[in-house]
Structures are given as structure tokens and as C-alpha cells.
């Protein structure tokens, strides 16, 4: 954690002054909506489409977005204040209501937090990682960005405790996403990720990763992806804003492709490394 302050409800203290109340619902029930977004330089990458999804997920779970776009950008502003790769946490409860209640409380502010952390190196990104298979166990809205990440923490634990650095999430046969991040595979020469659902997040860098290889003729396809069909693929991608494209050399103890990471990959992460120096 950099020292640079945190922001709670309206206020900009030292992290370790930032305080909630044990009643926030965030707390007590899981009850709110989170985003990450990277700033890269001190500018924030993808804002636009980062508020969008906050947006929807506040919509979705029925809370009020309690700023306008311009006041969220003043908000974040003196968190990046040192111009460095940082990334931003956003998180919005429902509050805290003075007692617990599974109800909706009336009249109550929502709890607004934001901090910035160091992007840090992440040196596997350029020699792969390794992932395994796991049964996606979350529930039916996981295209909402939502705190309540139980089974997401237990799922990435699972996937450590095997030597994984992420688990690739299968439901009724089909790859979902990752535990932190979508999912892409190359197969028989087409780049593909399963298409927007229910059943993953919107991923902003998923967006990106689309837009560049539309811009430059990389076929690529939103298509569901059956497990067994990913078992074959040449090359396997995860994708987000803190670990960006990151191959998957080995899943399930068996290489990927050559065991390396991938001439598709090489050529989308060069293109995104690209687009973000253009851009920042
Ligand atoms: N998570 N899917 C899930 C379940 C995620 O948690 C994330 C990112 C993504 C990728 O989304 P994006 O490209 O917008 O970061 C997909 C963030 C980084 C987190 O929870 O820390």
C-alpha cells in the first residue's frame, strides 16, 4: 500500500484513520458494488466504460449512484496525484443502517470508499502461468460486480493450493471466466471468449482486447467455449485490469499449445501494451 490517502465518504485520511461501522451492510451482508480500474501515469484507463459497469451494477442491485461522472473523476483525482502506474478500488455499500436487517433501509447514505495501490510487476505475464478446471460455483449474477466474492476467493484458494495462479471456471461443460478475470483461447487459428452473459463479468479489458483485434483483423469470435474443446486450445488467455493478458502455459498439469506462450498472444499483447501507452 503507497501512502497515498484513502477516500471515505467525503473525506481523504491515512488509511489507517479510515473507519466504518461494524452495522455497514457491506459488513454484515456483502451488500455492494465494486469496481478496479488501472491508471496508468496518473490517468485513468478505460474511465468511461469503467463507470458504465458501475453504473449497471448499482442499477442491478438497486442503489443509487450517489455521483455524476465529473464528481467521480474529482474524487479519484488526489489518489493518483503522484503521476505512477496505480490502480484504483471503488467500492459503494448500502450503507450502514442502525440495526441489522435484511430489508432495504430507508434513508440511509450509501458507504463510499476508494484507495490506489501500486500496480506491481508481474513478471509471469510475459512466461505464462499455469491454471486449472475447476466447477464454477457462484451464484446467477456474476455479471454484476459485486463485493460478495466468497466463492470467488474460495475457487482462486482452490487453484493456488493445486499450483494454479488462476482457476478457468466450467459450468454445465462450458468455460464461464476466471476466478479475476476473463477468459480467451485460441482455437484452430480464431481467437475466442465466451460471449456476455449472466454468467461472467463484462470485463473492460476483455472490451479492449476485442476492439484492437477488430481494428487489426485478428479473427476473433464471442462464442461459448465447451471444456473439452479448451483442453485442445493452442493457445489459453486470462485477461483483466490488475494482471492484463496473461497466457496460460500449462492447465490441469498438461502444457498449453507449444508449453509457451503463444504468436496470438504476442502479437494482442504487444497491440494492448500499444494501445495503452497511446492512451495514457
Ligand atoms: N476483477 N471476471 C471477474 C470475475 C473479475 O473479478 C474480473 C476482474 C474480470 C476482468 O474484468 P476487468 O478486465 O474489467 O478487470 C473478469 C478485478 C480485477 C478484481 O476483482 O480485483
Known amino acids: 500500500m503507497a501512502n497515498n ?9 491515512p488509511v489507517e484513520e479510515a473507519h466504518i461501522s461494524v452495522l455497514d451492510r457491506g459488513f454484515l451482508f456483502g451488500d455492494g458494488v ?23 451494477s448499482l442499477a442491478a442491485v438497486r442503489i443509487d449512484n450517489p455521483h455524476t461522472p465529473e464528481e467521480w473523476r474529482g474524487i479519484l483525482a488526489p489518489l493518483l496525484e503522484d503521476g505512477t502506474d496505480q490502480y484504483v478500488y471503488l467500492q459503494i455499500t448500502r450503507g ?3 440495526k441489522r436487517d435484511h430489508l432495504f433501509p430507508e434513508n440511509v447514505p450509501p458507504t463510499v470508499f476508494a484507495m490506489s495501490s501500486p500496480i506491481p510487476p508481474y513478471p509471469e505475464r510475459d512466461t505464462g502461468i499455469r491454471a486449472v478446471c475447476l466447477e464454477d460455483s457462484r451464484w446467477d449474477n456474476c455479471h454484476v460486480k459485486a463485493i460478495t466474492l466468497l466463492a470467488n476467493v474460495l475457487l482462486r484458494q482452490e487453484a493456488a493450493e493445486c499450483g494454479g495462479a488462476e482457476a478457468v471456471l466450467v ?3 462450458f468455460v464461464t471466466e476466471g476466478s479475476s478475470s476473463n477468459v480467451f483461447a485460441v482455437l484452430n487459428g480464431v481467437l475466442v471468449t465466451p460471449p ?7 470485463g473492460i479489458t476483455r472490451e479492449v482486447i ?11 469470435r464471442e462464442q461459448l467455449i465447451a471444456a473439452d474443446d479448451l483442453r485442445q486450445a493452442d493457445e489459453i488467455w486470462i485477461a483483466s485490469s490488475v494482471r492484463e493478458i496473461v497466457p496460460v502455459v500449462e492447465l490441469d498439469g498438461r502444457p498449453v499449445g507449444g508449453g509457451k506462450p503463444g504468436l496470438v498472444w504476442q502479437k494482442v499483447n504487444r497491440l494492448f501494451q500499444a494501445y495503452k501507452q497511446s492512451v495514457s
Open 5 to 13: 490517502p484513502v477516500y471515505l465518504n467525503g473525506r481523504y485520511l
Open 96 to 98: 450502514a443502517a442502525p
Open 196 to 202: 456476455l452473459s449472466r454468467d461472467i463479468l463484462p
Open 210 to 220: 476485442l476492439k484492437i483485434c477488430r481494428e487489426s483483423h485478428i479473427s476473433c
Open 34 to 56: 465494486y469496481e478496479v480500474i488501472p491508471a496508468y501515469r496518473g490517468r485513468l484507463f478505460e474511465f468511461e466504460s469503467h463507470l458504465a459497469r458501475l453504473e449497471n
Open 171 to 173: 459450468k454445465n461443460g
